[in-house]
Protein backbone atom coordinates (compact mmCIF):
# COMPACT_ATOMS: atom_id res chain seq x y z
CA UNK A 1 0.00 0.00 0.00
CA UNK A 2 0.75 3.80 -1.33
CA UNK A 3 2.42 6.05 1.89
CA UNK A 4 0.28 9.36 2.00
CA UNK A 5 3.49 10.92 1.16
CA UNK A 6 3.64 8.50 -2.36
CA UNK A 7 -0.16 9.67 -2.74
CA UNK A 8 0.54 13.04 -2.37
CA UNK A 9 2.70 13.02 -5.14
CA UNK A 10 0.28 10.29 -7.66
CA UNK A 11 -0.81 11.90 -10.52
CA UNK A 12 -4.94 11.50 -10.93
CA UNK A 13 -5.25 8.40 -12.89
CA UNK A 14 -2.81 6.03 -10.06
CA UNK A 15 -4.62 7.91 -7.13
CA UNK A 16 -7.90 7.27 -8.57
CA UNK A 17 -6.91 3.77 -9.06
CA UNK A 18 -5.85 3.56 -5.39
CA UNK A 19 -9.50 4.66 -4.71
CA UNK A 20 -11.10 1.77 -6.62
CA UNK A 21 -9.24 -0.74 -5.73
CA UNK A 22 -10.31 -0.02 -2.00
CA UNK A 23 -6.63 0.15 -0.95
CA UNK A 24 -7.10 3.73 0.20
CA UNK A 25 -10.23 4.72 2.27
CA UNK A 26 -7.95 7.83 4.13
CA UNK A 27 -8.47 11.92 3.69
CA UNK A 28 -7.64 13.48 0.86
CA UNK A 29 -5.79 16.72 2.05
CA UNK A 30 -3.11 17.56 -0.23
CA UNK A 31 -3.87 15.27 -2.82
CA UNK A 32 -4.74 15.65 -6.55
CA UNK A 33 -2.82 19.38 -6.65
CA UNK A 34 -4.42 21.78 -9.05
CA UNK A 35 -7.76 19.68 -9.03
CA UNK A 36 -11.28 20.61 -7.94
CA UNK A 37 -12.07 18.87 -4.27
CA UNK A 38 -15.81 18.19 -3.62
CA UNK A 39 -18.17 17.23 -1.16
CA UNK A 40 -20.74 14.20 -2.16
CA UNK A 41 -24.17 13.85 -1.36
CA UNK A 42 -26.28 11.26 -2.76
CA UNK A 43 -30.17 10.68 -2.78
CA UNK A 44 -32.83 8.91 -4.36
CA UNK A 45 -35.06 11.00 -7.14
CA UNK A 46 -38.00 11.95 -4.76
CA UNK A 47 -35.82 14.14 -3.37
CA UNK A 48 -33.04 15.00 -5.67
CA UNK A 49 -35.45 17.81 -7.41
CA UNK A 50 -35.87 19.87 -4.06
CA UNK A 51 -31.88 19.27 -3.20
CA UNK A 52 -31.15 20.60 -6.25
CA UNK A 53 -33.06 23.91 -5.27
CA UNK A 54 -31.66 23.77 -2.39
CA UNK A 55 -28.40 24.40 -3.46
CA UNK A 56 -29.19 26.69 -6.41
CA UNK A 57 -30.80 29.01 -3.69
CA UNK A 58 -28.04 28.89 -1.39
CA UNK A 59 -24.73 29.14 -3.76
CA UNK A 60 -22.28 29.74 -1.14
CA UNK A 61 -22.76 27.44 1.71
CA UNK A 62 -23.75 25.18 -1.22
CA UNK A 63 -21.36 25.26 -4.30
CA UNK A 64 -22.99 22.75 -7.09
CA UNK A 65 -20.09 21.65 -9.41
CA UNK A 66 -21.03 18.64 -10.73
CA UNK A 67 -25.05 16.45 -11.03
CA UNK A 68 -25.26 12.94 -12.40
CA UNK A 69 -28.31 11.92 -14.56
CA UNK A 70 -30.96 9.69 -12.15
CA UNK A 71 -29.01 6.11 -12.24
CA UNK A 72 -26.03 7.06 -13.66
CA UNK A 73 -23.16 6.40 -11.17
CA UNK A 74 -20.59 8.20 -13.68
CA UNK A 75 -20.54 12.16 -13.24
CA UNK A 76 -19.45 12.60 -16.82
CA UNK A 77 -18.84 16.47 -16.48
CA UNK A 78 -16.11 16.15 -14.12
CA UNK A 79 -14.05 13.90 -15.52
CA UNK A 80 -13.35 10.05 -15.20
CA UNK A 81 -15.26 9.15 -12.43
CA UNK A 82 -16.93 6.52 -10.83
CA UNK A 83 -19.02 7.62 -7.97
CA UNK A 84 -19.33 3.94 -7.03
CA UNK A 85 -15.82 3.36 -6.11
CA UNK A 86 -13.75 6.83 -6.58
CA UNK A 87 -14.16 8.30 -3.00
CA UNK A 88 -12.12 6.71 -0.51
CA UNK A 89 -14.86 5.67 2.02
CA UNK A 90 -18.79 6.69 1.91
CA UNK A 91 -20.95 7.24 5.08
CA UNK A 92 -24.66 6.02 4.57
CA UNK A 93 -27.45 7.51 6.38
CA UNK A 94 -30.96 5.78 6.59
CA UNK A 95 -33.94 7.85 8.00
CA UNK A 96 -31.44 10.55 9.19
CA UNK A 97 -28.99 8.02 11.16
CA UNK A 98 -26.03 6.79 10.07
CA UNK A 99 -26.03 2.99 9.64
CA UNK A 100 -22.31 2.13 7.89
CA UNK A 101 -19.62 3.02 6.53
CA UNK A 102 -18.37 1.18 3.44
CA UNK A 103 -14.98 1.78 0.84
CA UNK A 104 -17.59 1.64 -2.19
CA UNK A 105 -21.06 1.82 -3.57
CA UNK A 106 -21.12 -1.32 -5.58
CA UNK A 107 -24.07 -3.34 -3.60
CA UNK A 108 -25.75 0.04 -2.73
CA UNK A 109 -26.03 1.68 -5.87
CA UNK A 110 -29.79 2.06 -7.41
CA UNK A 111 -31.45 3.29 -10.59
CA UNK A 112 -33.29 5.77 -8.47
CA UNK A 113 -29.86 7.61 -7.36
CA UNK A 114 -28.58 10.94 -8.23
CA UNK A 115 -25.33 11.89 -6.98
CA UNK A 116 -24.49 15.78 -6.71
CA UNK A 117 -20.93 17.20 -5.93
CA UNK A 118 -20.18 20.62 -3.91
CA UNK A 119 -16.91 22.31 -3.78
CA UNK A 120 -14.82 22.06 -0.65
CA UNK A 121 -12.68 24.40 1.29
CA UNK A 122 -9.72 22.19 0.39
CA UNK A 123 -9.44 24.66 -2.75
CA UNK A 124 -9.37 28.07 -1.27
CA UNK A 125 -7.19 26.26 1.49
CA UNK A 126 -4.97 25.13 -0.88
CA UNK A 127 -4.54 28.92 -2.50
CA UNK A 128 -4.43 30.60 0.74
CA UNK A 129 -1.43 28.00 1.87
CA UNK A 130 0.23 28.93 -1.69
CA UNK A 131 0.25 32.65 -0.72
CA UNK A 132 1.58 32.67 2.74
CA UNK A 133 -0.82 32.67 4.62
CA UNK A 134 -1.14 30.16 7.91
CA UNK A 135 -3.92 28.15 8.60
CA UNK A 136 -4.15 27.39 12.59
CA UNK A 137 -5.75 24.06 11.75
CA UNK A 138 -3.78 22.59 9.37
CA UNK A 139 -0.18 23.76 11.61
CA UNK A 140 -1.60 22.05 14.37
CA UNK A 141 -3.12 18.68 13.00
CA UNK A 142 -6.63 19.76 14.20
CA UNK A 143 -9.50 19.81 12.40
CA UNK A 144 -11.29 23.23 11.59
CA UNK A 145 -14.05 25.14 14.41
CA UNK A 146 -17.08 25.00 12.69
CA UNK A 147 -20.36 26.68 14.09
CA UNK A 148 -24.18 27.18 13.55
CA UNK A 149 -25.06 30.91 12.66
CA UNK A 150 -28.09 33.02 12.42
CA UNK A 151 -27.73 33.53 9.16
CA UNK A 152 -30.33 32.04 7.39
CA UNK A 153 -30.94 29.43 4.51
CA UNK A 154 -33.57 29.63 1.55
CA UNK A 155 -35.60 26.09 1.75
CA UNK A 156 -36.41 24.12 -0.82
CA UNK A 157 -39.06 21.38 -0.08
CA UNK A 158 -37.75 19.74 3.47
CA UNK A 159 -34.46 20.92 3.10
CA UNK A 160 -33.52 24.34 5.13
CA UNK A 161 -31.88 25.34 8.54
CA UNK A 162 -29.75 27.67 8.62
CA UNK A 163 -26.00 28.12 7.74
CA UNK A 164 -23.11 26.60 9.35
CA UNK A 165 -19.66 28.59 8.77
CA UNK A 166 -16.06 27.17 8.97
CA UNK A 167 -13.42 29.93 10.93
CA UNK A 168 -10.27 30.43 10.91
CA UNK A 169 -8.10 33.15 12.79
CA UNK A 170 -6.06 35.47 10.42
CA UNK A 171 -4.25 39.02 11.44
CA UNK A 172 -6.63 42.11 10.52
CA UNK A 173 -4.32 42.52 7.41
CA UNK A 174 -4.13 38.68 6.31
CA UNK A 175 -8.20 38.64 7.04
CA UNK A 176 -8.25 41.06 3.90
CA UNK A 177 -5.74 39.23 1.98
CA UNK A 178 -8.09 35.97 2.68
CA UNK A 179 -11.13 37.12 1.84
CA UNK A 180 -9.51 38.33 -1.55
CA UNK A 181 -7.92 35.41 -2.39
CA UNK A 182 -10.73 32.72 -1.48
CA UNK A 183 -13.36 35.07 -3.55
CA UNK A 184 -11.56 34.15 -6.87
CA UNK A 185 -13.09 30.43 -5.66
CA UNK A 186 -16.86 30.87 -6.13
CA UNK A 187 -17.12 27.20 -6.68
CA UNK A 188 -15.70 26.46 -2.99
CA UNK A 189 -17.75 28.57 -0.81
CA UNK A 190 -15.79 32.29 -2.18
CA UNK A 191 -15.03 34.37 -0.09
CA UNK A 192 -16.33 35.10 3.86
CA UNK A 193 -19.82 35.69 4.91
CA UNK A 194 -18.63 37.23 7.52
CA UNK A 195 -15.40 38.65 9.42
CA UNK A 196 -14.97 39.72 13.01
CA UNK A 197 -17.88 39.84 16.10
CA UNK A 198 -19.17 36.44 16.31
CA UNK A 199 -21.78 37.37 18.10
CA UNK A 200 -23.38 39.19 14.73
CA UNK A 201 -23.94 36.00 13.38
CA UNK A 202 -25.03 34.27 16.23
CA UNK A 203 -22.11 32.55 17.31
CA UNK A 204 -22.15 33.29 21.12
CA UNK A 205 -19.01 31.29 22.84
CA UNK A 206 -15.92 31.11 19.94
CA UNK A 207 -14.16 28.61 22.28
CA UNK A 208 -17.21 26.27 21.86
CA UNK A 209 -17.55 25.20 17.99
CA UNK A 210 -20.52 22.68 16.74
CA UNK A 211 -17.87 20.47 15.01
CA UNK A 212 -14.30 20.23 14.74
CA UNK A 213 -11.79 21.58 17.67
CA UNK A 214 -11.17 24.70 19.16
CA UNK A 215 -8.64 27.51 17.59
CA UNK A 216 -5.56 28.91 19.56
CA UNK A 217 -6.07 32.64 19.10
CA UNK A 218 -3.23 34.56 19.31
CA UNK A 219 -2.37 38.48 19.42
CA UNK A 220 -3.89 40.53 16.98
CA UNK A 221 -6.25 37.98 15.41
CA UNK A 222 -9.68 37.94 14.56
CA UNK A 223 -11.99 35.51 13.34
CA UNK A 224 -13.27 34.98 9.58
CA UNK A 225 -15.90 32.63 9.13
CA UNK A 226 -16.65 31.20 5.62
CA UNK A 227 -20.07 29.39 4.51
CA UNK A 228 -19.29 25.62 4.72
CA UNK A 229 -20.23 22.44 3.35
CA UNK A 230 -21.60 21.00 6.94
CA UNK A 231 -24.47 23.30 5.66
CA UNK A 232 -25.84 21.01 3.10
CA UNK A 233 -25.26 17.84 5.09
CA UNK A 234 -27.09 19.48 8.17
CA UNK A 235 -29.73 20.26 5.92
CA UNK A 236 -29.72 16.61 4.80
CA UNK A 237 -29.67 14.98 8.41
CA UNK A 238 -32.70 17.38 9.38
CA UNK A 239 -34.75 16.57 6.85
CA UNK A 240 -34.23 12.50 7.14
CA UNK A 241 -34.52 10.88 3.35
CA UNK A 242 -35.15 7.32 3.65
CA UNK A 243 -31.53 6.76 2.04
CA UNK A 244 -28.45 9.38 1.94
CA UNK A 245 -24.57 8.69 0.92
CA UNK A 246 -21.96 11.17 1.44
CA UNK A 247 -18.33 10.88 1.46
CA UNK A 248 -16.65 10.27 5.26
CA UNK A 249 -15.43 13.42 6.41
CA UNK A 250 -12.36 14.71 4.96
CA UNK A 251 -12.31 11.45 2.54
CA UNK A 252 -13.75 13.63 -0.71
CA UNK A 253 -14.01 13.63 -4.14
CA UNK A 254 -11.33 14.20 -6.45
CA UNK A 255 -11.98 15.65 -9.51
CA UNK A 256 -10.34 16.10 -13.26
CA UNK A 257 -11.69 19.57 -12.95
CA UNK A 258 -9.11 22.28 -12.44
CA UNK A 259 -9.15 24.64 -9.46
CA UNK A 260 -10.18 27.78 -11.21
CA UNK A 261 -12.21 26.67 -13.88
CA UNK A 262 -15.85 28.21 -14.21
CA UNK A 263 -18.31 25.30 -13.71
CA UNK A 264 -21.85 24.89 -15.04
CA UNK A 265 -24.04 22.79 -13.32
CA UNK A 266 -27.62 21.18 -15.13
CA UNK A 267 -30.92 20.06 -13.08
CA UNK A 268 -30.68 16.30 -12.98
CA UNK A 269 -32.02 13.85 -16.25
CA UNK A 270 -34.23 10.96 -15.39
Request: hydrophobic share 40%.
Amino acid sequence: MATYEELQRMPMSDLRAEFRSGRYIGHTAAMGAGLLQANLAILPEADAIDFFRFCQRNPKPCPLVGVSDTGDPLMRTLGDIDIRTDVPSYNVYRDGELTEQVPDLKDLWRDDLVAFALGCSFTFERALAEAGLPLRHVEQNKIVSMYKTSIPLVPAGKFGGGTVCSMRPFSPENAERAARISRQFPQAHGAPLHIGDPAKIGVSDIDKPDWGDVTEFRSNEIPVFWACGVTPQNALLRARPTLCITHTPGSMLITDVPEDAEVTVLAPAA
